[in-house]
């Protein structure tokens, strides 16, 4: 089959790879109709995240339609239609029966390389390093999905691929980053990054009763469509982010904060951009926690900061002296995407929600580096790339 696949930094080619099987008796093999490129891929592309390996199929986000199972996936059949979510979950462990199925215990065959960077490990996720399980993921023809009783949910309607696709990851996750803000009626929200998860984070926040939602980016394209989904646009290249925040929230600070940017942030100034940009660059740190340390800063007294951008290891300059004193909460996780399916799944039939006006690019899968370098380079005014199989 073909797949995208990590070739070295910056080095994405679509290959021939050998078409994946059953190997467990808990798994499915789907055949892929729709898949997206990530923000997070950019990490790996951009060589920010550890263990991965020359040849490693890309891809954490997709869905398709079943084409074998193994003995034991009693709720899945060959033809039915689904989307995969990105962290592989067992659904027995303790982690799991918490509903938190993104630290799964059993899903991570690696286990151990992760406990070395980070104590303990989290669950595996499709193609997100051998640190994570090493598992093939997303961006192909098939793709095996193990523990298939668990994850995937069955689309029963004729719902598009367009409208679903991005329950695998993005709209949870944009979802989870609100509701960890605990948001009561009419408080004001401000979040970091008016990409995709920027975006269904202002879409979530509104749905989860906020007044006011603000969202920051350097983009007037993305800054558009976080505007269209009901934000007021923030460019902080234009503005001071932390006078204009006092300034939109009688001087308080916004009741909560996301950062949906995660460890390749960028920097209106240039000494402390480059800073972490140097920093990262010799490995002495792997993230630039720009926006995070914004965040913080910019947190009300007794606010909460919900980190939903990925990061893959050390920061430094991490303002714990505001944290501490004013009595700020931080909240952060891959995302639990299964717990989400169903409710996020319901709000798309109702209406409510139509993940779709994220999506700015249509390409065949044979086009993926074309589309990884629009994203990356924020080509085209490009927001979110959907490879088409
Ligand atoms: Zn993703
Ligand atoms: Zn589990």
Known sequence: MKATCWMGRNKVEVLDVPDPRLLNARDAVVRITSTAICGSDLHLVDGYIPTVKKGDVLGHEFMGEVVEVGPEVRNLRVGDRVVVPFPIACGNCFACEEGLYSICENSNPNAGLAEKFMGHSPAGIFGYSHMLGGFAGGQAEYARVPFADVGPIKIEDDLPDDKVLFLSDILPTGYMGAEMCDIRPGQTVAVWGAGPVGLFAVTSAHLLGAGKVICIDRFPYRLRKAEQAGAHPLNYEEVDVLEALRDLTGGRGPDACIDAV????????????????????????????????????????????????????????????????????????????????????????????????????????????????????????????????
Do not use: W
């Open 262 to 389: 995660g460890m390749e942030a960028h920097h209106p100034t240039p000494a402390m951009y480059a800073y972490d940009r140097a920093k990262q660059a010799a490995r002495m740190e792997t993230e630039r926690p720009y926006a995070l340390r914004e965040a913080i800063l910019a947190c009300r007294n007794g606010g909460v900061v919900s980190v939903i951008g990925v990061y893959g290891g050390l920061l430094d300059k991490f303002p714990m002296g505001s944290l501490m004193n004013r009595s700020l909460t931080i909240r952060t996780g891959q995302c639990h995407v299964q717990r989400y399916l169903r409710p996020l799944l319901d709000r798309i039939r109702a209406g409510e929600i139509d993940p779709s006006f994220v999506i700015s690019h249509r390409l065949p899968l044979s086009e993926a580096p074309r589309g990884f370098e629009m994203f990356k380079h924020k080509q085209d005014e490009c927001t979110k790339v959907v490879l088409t199989p």
